[in-house]
């Protein structure tokens, strides 16, 4: 049979060569009966010898007829088109940008008009030019377009979600989380079953067209129009300026739903499918909500981690950096949809995970980039879903029933309102900052529906759900009630109630710098009562942060503290090092001698001054007892009991050292005040005492005065003329009594007041003979008269009779 067919294959094209146009089949001669070729003459058994030429080979260099065929007949010829229309090859390209061109139209022009703003939001006048362009549309005989769901939830939710993870306000949301999560999964849960339960009633007593309608697939209803949707949400609250707290504790529980509503979705759609649920299902069902919800954070958490590492070595190539942020963050959200997650929390985690280390490392424009484009993207996405809505409510199909529609409606406020009267009665208990009654009206009338309802009523089959247009007639008329009516009265019910606006100015930095110090002192009180809250994890949290992830997701020095506290740090240790090395902590600075020797006579200091070196181990040693004492006072000690506390060994000493050199500026400045006096003669007893007291390392007396008095004095701790007990202010001889023995050897000596109690200063204490007479005769050695502060002193610095 098969070698019949390859006979009679030649006489077939033979046949059929006059049919085809522009060619001419023939016979091969080359094939023999058997549909081999046939051997050519002289042809070596067991080669493949190759094959002969055609006689009509066309070879690629020859000059063919240009507008004929082989036999000659020449083609009708055609003038060169100019110009020509091929609207089918950019149909796809061409629709999408006028939609989105309309889209920017319509949002400029709802701007524009500053009247139209004021009173209707921004959402209602999209759907209503949605419903405007469908009716046109049909109206001309064509099909408009519907909004799909695989549109909706692949292209143009995911801009709006990552626009509130990146730029979510992290300590309001961090702070009233319990909140958040009692509202998006307790209030939820609430929501559905409740609305499912009383629609089942409902369709059990409404007649014959609502009888077949079960439990589940009225479960399943009550679980997708019982979530509050973030679009609608950030459309109308964002038009209102509701203060923070409301607009963190709607919007993020508009967030944080999407685990439950996913759950509760796909567990009643394969609930319908299946003949008998068991209690195995429940189980399962109730811990797929876990893994819905945690699955879908750990997926955006790992892809911002990986977004944070790869921002680590975009500093060469600035212009990808937004490009990263963007791509990661769409993949989380596709890896998440992968499995069946929550896409919308694994975007969420994955720019609030990246935010902070990747704006540490890319540029100021990248992160401005990042800003607009996302801001851009959002919106855009935002008034194109508003758009398709009205034009899909005149394409789609509907079925209207009063009864189910009217319940729908008049459920779900009901529902809504029970739910969140009796979740803040609970939650009250437990908050410091309890919503007041306004609070709780405020949150119950911003329970919007949105797009995400109409989407996944748009998933349900036909097959499994036979009443799925009567579903979508529900939900829309639900979500053009919430979005018109509420989103249109919600304004002037907050003006009547007096709601408090948000503040539109930034923090000042006197707010913030108080904020950080109150959360400082909270972790502190929980540390010593021993109630670890969340200031307590918290503080734990930023602590891992900054000893390890920091190091490895921040590039270079970024990874340090800010500069101008490392700036401020830097400064302060070297200043700690400085008055180590100069021989003590309480010796004054050096700046004060220099002014106090300038105000007698000017003089250049060697350039060389005789310090004690310190090797690197010693420099290095002091530098850890320093940061380990002074920097980090609240690591000290490591546990706390609130009857008996460890007394601080150091403590002491730092106090004593502030107290030092707070003494020593005040010196300082009081020094800085005294005038300059007439230059004495240079080997006056006074000046070379003057001298010798203000830096005995710099200035020494000559080998061959003999007669200048000696200056007995510890350079270690050099005190001020304040402190020194003068015995005589003449040198040897001059006065009528001889020298005695003792005086002889030891010259003019200081003393110094001992210190009353081990606790006091033994520096800047006075000394003992502190009289009048010597305070006058210490003020000759640097000031020649009184201050103008001073006026009240009438008796002269020098006596007349001397």
């Known amino acids: 049979m098969g070698a ?48 002969p030429a055609a ?21 009708p010829r055609k003038a060169f088109p100019v110009i020509g229309i091929d609207y089918t090859h950019v149909r796809i390209p061409f629709e999408i940008s006028l939609w989105i061109l309309l889209a920017c139209l319509m949002k400029l022009g709802f701007h524009v008009i500053p009247s139209v703003s004021s009173i209707v939001p921004e959402s209602c006048l999209l759907i209503v030019v949605g419903l405007l362009v469908g009716g046109l549309i049909k109206g001309v005989g064509e099909k408009p377009p519907i909004l799909k769901s695989d549109i909706f939830f692949l292209f143009l939710l995911p801009p709006i979600i990552l626009d509130a993870g990146y730029f979510l306000p992290l300590r309001p949301f961090t702070e009233n989380l319990g909140t958040i999560l009692i509202f998006a999964v307790v209030g939820t849960l609430w929501n559905a079953f409740f609305l499912g339960g009383l629609m089942y009633a409902v369709c059990q007593l409404g007649g014959p067209g609502l009888n077949h309608i079960g439990l589940l697939a009225n479960l399943l209803f009550g679980s997708i129009i019982s979530a509050v949707d973030p679009v609608a949400v950030l459309a109308v609250f964002e038009e209102i300026h509701i203060n923070e707290l409301l ?69 060469h190539i600035r212009v990808i950096e937004p490009l990263f942020v963007f791509l990661y963050s769409y993949m989380a959200y596709l890896s998440a949809e992968l499995f069946h997650l929550s ?58 029933n009063w009864t189910f529609v009217i319940s729908t409606l008049f459920f779900c406020l009901i529902a809504r309102v029970l739910g969140v009267l009796v979740l803040t009665w609970f939650i009250n208990k437990f908050r410091i900052v309890k919503l007041t009654p306004k609070d709780q009206f405020i949150i119950a ?39 018109f009516v509420q989103g249109m009265t919600i304004r002037p019910l907050v003006d009547l109630l007096a709601v408090k ?42 602590r891992f942060n900054k000893k390890y992830v920091k190091k490895c997701l921040i590039a270079g020095e970024r990874s340090k503290e800010p500069q101008l506290i490392a700036f401020y740090h830097k400064m302060e240790m070297k200043q700690a090092i400085e008055l180590v090395e100069s021989g003590g902590i309480g010796k004054i600075p050096s700046a004060v001698s220099t002014v106090s020797i300038q105000n007698i006579n000017p003089q250049t200091l060697p350039l060389e001054r005789v310090l004690p070196a310190l090797s690197k181990d010693k420099e290095e040693e002091i530098r850890k007892i320093l940061r380990t004492n002074l920097q980090k006072t609240r690591q000290r000690l490591r546990s706390y009991n609130r009857h008996t506390l460890v007394a601080d060994p150091y403590e002491e000493a730092w106090n004593q050292m502030l107290l030092r050199r707070q003494k ?52 270690a701790s050099p005190q001020s003329p304040e402190s020194v007990d003068l015995m005589s202010e003449e040198p040897k001889g001059c006065s009528g009594l001889p020298p005695s023995p003792e005086e002889d050897e030891e010259g003019l000596v200081m003393r110094v007041k001992e210190p009353s109690s081990p606790g006091t200063d033994d520096v800047f204490t006075p000394g003992a003979s502190d009289s009048p007479s010597n305070q006058r005769m210490l003020r000759c050695l640097s000031d020649p008269g009184p201050r103008p502060e001073e006026p009240e002193e009438g008796e002269p610095f020098i006596p007349k009779g001397q």
């Open 664 to 715: 020593a500026r005040q010196l300082e400045q009081k020094m800085n005040n005294y005038l300059t006096v007439p230059a004495h003669r240079v080997d006056s007893p006074t000046m070379s005492r003057a001298r010798i007291g203000s830096d005995p390392l710099a200035y020494e007396p000559k080998e061959d005065s003999e007669n200048l008095p000696i200056i007995t004095i510890d350079p």
């Open 445 to 483: 009338y911003g329970g919007l529906r949105g797009a995400i309802a109409f989407s996944l009523g748009y998933l349900l089959d036909y097959k499994h759900f036979g009443m799925r247009d009567m579903f979508l007639t529900a939900i829309i008329t639900v979500i053009f009630f919430t979005v």
């Open 501 to 542: 606006k948000k503040q539109e100015t930034k923090r000042s930095i006197n707010e913030e710098i108080h904020t950080q110090f109150l959360d400082h002192l909270l972790t502190g009180i929980e540390d010593i009562c021993g109630h670890y809250g969340h200031h307590h994890w918290k503080d734990k949290l930023n």
């Open 55 to 75: 006689p009509e080979e066309i070879h690629p260099l020859k000059e063919q007829p240009a507008n004929g065929s082989a036999e000659g007949h020449a083609k």
């Open 4 to 51: 019949a067919a390859l006979r009679a294959l030649p006489w077939a094209l033979l046949l059929l060569g006059p049919l085809l146009p522009g060619q001419v089949l023939q016979a091969n001669p080359m094939l023999t009966s058997e549909g081999q070729p046939a051997p050519l003459p002289g042809a070596v058994p067991g080669f493949t010898p190759a094959p």
């Open 247 to 315: 607009h963190i504790l709607v919007f993020g529980e508009s967030l944080l739903n999407d685990a439950v509503t996913v759950v509760l979705y796909h567990l009643f759609e394969e609930f319908a499918s299946f003949e008998q649920v068991t209690i195995l299902d429940i189980i399962l069902g109730f811990l797929s909500f876990f893994v819905v919800s945690l699955g879908g954070v750990l997926v955006g958490v790992i892809y911002g981690v990986i977004a944070a590492f790869t921002s680590r070595f975009t500093s």
């Open 343 to 400: 896409g919308i929390m694994a975007l969420i985690a994955a720019g609030v995970v990246m935010r902070p280390y990747v704006e540490a490392n890319i540029s100021h424009k990248s992160h401005t980039t990042i800003k607009y484009f996302l801001k851009m993207w959002s919106s855009v996405s935002e008034t194109l879903i508003f758009i398709f809505l009205g034009v899909s409510t005149v394409a789609g199909h509907h079925y209207w």
